[in-house]
């Protein structure tokens, strides 16, 4: 037997083991969706243009009348709607920059984002969304919403919002959103 021959054999019969271990387990655990992308702290660093903004409408809560209120954003243009997706929930996370109440609680994390071709965005973040988190309908129903019309208003082939916590499904939130099914956007929240 030629050892030149059997070597390479081995080693392509390795890298299918790994490739189908990776695709039957890894893929399991996901929904179905594009491929995940990091919204880069760098955008446009390396190119030699400058980078494309587009401006985005953001939903927060207001002590006065309990609705939602919009602010615009700036985020960078992608060919990928998740990737300014992603972008657009960053932006929600890091909170209103005109004084309005937070939509999500501090130390919340995007954890990971993914829209399925029917139009249901899957966005996960960390545990902080449940785990510091204030009691009560209007303020669950803002936080819920703040997330489901920010994506739905902004991309158009966004058209319902499920939301996992620490890469699974919840019941609610605290108590009083059902957060077992997609859901569509609440515009009767956002004042006018």
Do not use: C, W
């Amino acid at each position: 037997m030629d050892i030149k021959r059997i070597l390479p054999l081995g080693v392509l019969s390795v890298l299918l083991l790994v490739l189908a271990v990776l695709f039957f387990v890894g893929g399991a655990e996901k929904p179905p969706a594009l491929a995940p992308v990091p919204v880069p702290d760098d955008a446009g660093e390396d190119s030699a243009e400058p980078p494309q903004t587009r401006t985005i409408t953001l939903f927060f809560l207001s002590d006065e009348d309990n609705l939602l209120h919009p602010e615009e954003r700036e985020i960078y243009t992608h060919e990928l709607t998740v990737f300014e997706a992603k972008q657009a929930i960053e932006e929600l996370v890091r909170g209103s920059s005109s004084g309005a109440v937070a939509s999500i609680p501090p130390g919340t994390r995007l954890r990971e984002m993914y829209i399925i071709q029917d139009g249901v965005a899957y966005v996960d973040f960390s545990r902080e969304l449940k785990d510091n988190h204030g009691s009560g309908t209007a303020a669950e129903t803002a936080t819920v919403f703040a997330i489901v019309n920010t994506l739905t208003y902004n991309f158009e082939s966004i058209k319902r919002v499920s939301i996992l916590i620490g890469g699974n499904e919840r019941e609610t939130l605290n108590g009083h959103i059902d957060l077992t099914r997609p859901l569509l956007p609440r515009l009767d929240l956002i004042a006018k």
